[in-house]
């Protein structure tokens, strides 16, 4: 039995051109949010600023909670959050690459 | 229910000091974390380690486990004793709300979890859940239905958390890219009462697929080609993801140039570009007819690959 089109469940992508406020992402985290600000000044998260108001992009959420795992799981400071991450996405760029010239 | 050995997860001796077990546990988490890690079981290596330090980092956990454990050993069938728990006092909360093993719950419950206690962050509200997916390609290139089987935990009518099977038919949106969440409104957790269910995230990752590689948004094809197309220039068919292509190979092409076909990689807005690889295929010489041609083609040009090594 193949799937068919209208009882399939419709979503939303959240990628760049998804707004979230810093209420939606901390109710998404599970955190407060005063620690989105934290992740903000601490460079974990970008912010587009909107009229004096913070917003973020849908790929921000994916980061976030990376980081709230890290955090959590790691017990890590902000700081090595941030480095934790940067580094994450640097190996698997570094990765990406790699298996592009092993093939 | 098998008897968990707690120290042996953690590698520490049983008399091993806090410091210790919480060094352990930092070296253990990082080396095992799903994020991070490399490891094949990684995942669920970490979630035996969470629930190893959850008990030993606690003093009263500790103490009362070390009580039950002296007759015990690892993997072996164990029941808890009836009030084998009275006067120790559990409180605090772990890493996570991943779901524990059978036998941290029946000796510390449900409740000794933190992923309980955050349920009332937004009360009224159900918890949202989050979880990823293996996708074919074709899925975001084209749009349409997959079906994912997820496991979810939920409270069961007792209480308890448990870990259920379900299946779900979701629409996958075109251009969707690894990495990318789509939500599904409402089918996370239910509310307690009459409040809204939670949200459901999906993250996306891609199979790896028999002729594309996935970059992003762009997708690029390794496309074999004879000497003399590359040297020469040709018209190649090549095979795109809306089909196949007449490619233009230019003149002077090596292995390794690459053609950039624009807007033809994921769909995405705005759409990835699809790259062409181009690599030198070379016939065999396994009969006289080519034997002959290699050594014309060889007296011919008087080729050194080897120049610029001085060689």
Redesign the interface.
């Known amino acids: 039995m193949s ?3 209208d ?9 760049q ?1 998804t707004i979230l406020s810093i209420k939606d992402l901390s ?2 985290c ?1 955190v407060d949010e005063r620690h989105i600000v934290e992740f903000v000044e601490e460079g974990v998260l970008n912010v587009v600023e909107v009229s004096s108001e913070w917003h973020f992009t ?2 921000a ?2 980061r976030a ?2 980081a709230v ?2 955090e ?4 890590l400071n902000l700081a090595g959050v941030a480095l ?1 991450l940067d580094l ?1 996405e640097e190996l698997q760029r570094l990765r ?1 690459e790699l ?2 010239r092993r ?1 | 229910m098998e008897f968990k050995d707690y120290y042996k997860v953690m590698g520490v001796a049983r008399d091993a000091t806090e410091a210790q077990i919480k060094q352990a546990y ?1 070296k253990l ?2 080396k095992y ?1 799903p ?2 890690s490399k490891e094949k079981d990684a995942e669920a290596r ?1 979630k035996e380690v ?1 629930e190893a330090y959850e008990v030993l980092k606690s003093a009263e956990k500790r103490a009362a486990y070390d009580q039950l454990g002296q007759n015990h050993r690892a993997g072996e069938e164990f029941r808890p004793p009836p009030n084998w728990d009275s006067g120790f006092e559990f409180s605090g909360a772990g ?2 709300n991943s779901v524990y093993s059978d036998f941290f719950d029946s000796l510390f419950g449900a409740q000794a979890r933190s992923g309980r206690s ?1 349920g009332d ?2 009360a009224g509200r159900g918890e ?1 859940h ?1 979880a990823k997916v293996l996708l074919d390609l074709e899925a975001s290139l084209d749009g ?4 994912f089987t997820l496991r979810m935990p939920e409270i069961d009518e007792e209480g308890r958390l448990i870990s259920k099977e379900r299946t ?4 996958v ?1 075109k ?3 690894a ?7 409402g ?1 996370g957790a239910r509310a307690p009462g009459s409040g809204k269910p939670g949200d459901l ?3 996306v990752e891609f199979q790896p697929h028999p002729l594309y ?1 996935v ?1 992003g948004r762009d997708l ?1 094809l ?1 496309l074999p080609v004879a000497p003399w197309e590359a040297a020469l220039g040709a018209s190649v068919k090549t095979p795109t993801p809306t089909g196949m292509v007449d490619l233009k190979v230019p003149p002077g092409s090596h292995a390794g140039s690459k053609l950039r076909l624009k807007g033809r990689g994921i769909p ?2 705005p759409p990835g570009d699809f790259y062409v690889v181009l690599q030198i295929a070379l016939p065999a010489a396994d009969d006289d007819r080519a034997k002959a041609a290699y050594t014309a083609f060889a007296a011919a040009l008087a080729f050194n690959p080897r120049a610029s090594l001085g060689a």
């Open positions: 799937p068919s089109d009882q399939a469940i419709t979503g939303t992508i959240f990628d051109s109710r998404m599970q849908g790929d959420l994916r909670r990376l795992r890290l959590r799981d790691l017990e934790a994450i990406r298996e592009a093939s | 930092r988490a990082r974390h994020d991070v970490f969470g890493p996570g955050r962050f937004h949202d989050h349409g239905p997959r079906t779900l038919n979701v629409q949106p251009g969707i890219l990495g990318q969440q789509i939500r599904l409104a089918q995230y999906i993250e590689r970059d690029s390794e995405a807005s």
